[in-house]
């Protein structure tokens, strides 16, 4: 079974900072993509960033360009995120995504983690 495990949520002041990780356990055999994504109270939730298996940054949503990197250290099956100057508007839940495959003859399958609150006060 396999299980992500975001941490490093919290309350922030605005232009603060913040670093969330999520460690992947289980019976791992690779990690494809990782993503980290954010749901506001209200609002859909949306990708913020994305790395690829090699460790590249391929996304950032518009929002956080220039103050959010994404980061993975694969020997550790873990991804980051570094959150710089912090805005009200970036209060919301944030939950990492993985596309993760359990064994060399399966395919790659979707896992989320649990969650992870973050809030930004003015």
């Known amino acids: 079974q396999v299980q992500l495990v975001e941490s490093g949520g919290g309350l922030a002041q605005a232009g603060g900072s913040l670093r969330l990780s999520c460690a992947a356990s289980g019976s791992i055999f690779s990690i494809n993509s990782m993503g980290w994504y954010r749901q506001a109270p209200g609002k859909q939730r949306e990708l913020v960033a994305s790395i690829t298996s090699g460790g590249s940054p391929n996304y950032y949503v518009d929002s956080v360009k220039g103050r959010f990197t994404i980061s993975r250290a694969n020997a550790k099956n873990t991804v980051y995120l570094q959150m710089n100057s912090l805005k009200p508007e970036d209060t919301a839940v944030y939950y990492c995504?993985?596309?993760?495959?359990?064994?060399?003859?399966?395919?790659?399958?979707?896992?989320w983690g649990q969650g992870t609150q973050v809030t930004v006060s003015s």
């Open positions: 995504n993985g596309g993760i495959i359990i064994g060399a003859s399966y395919f790659p399958k979707d896992y």
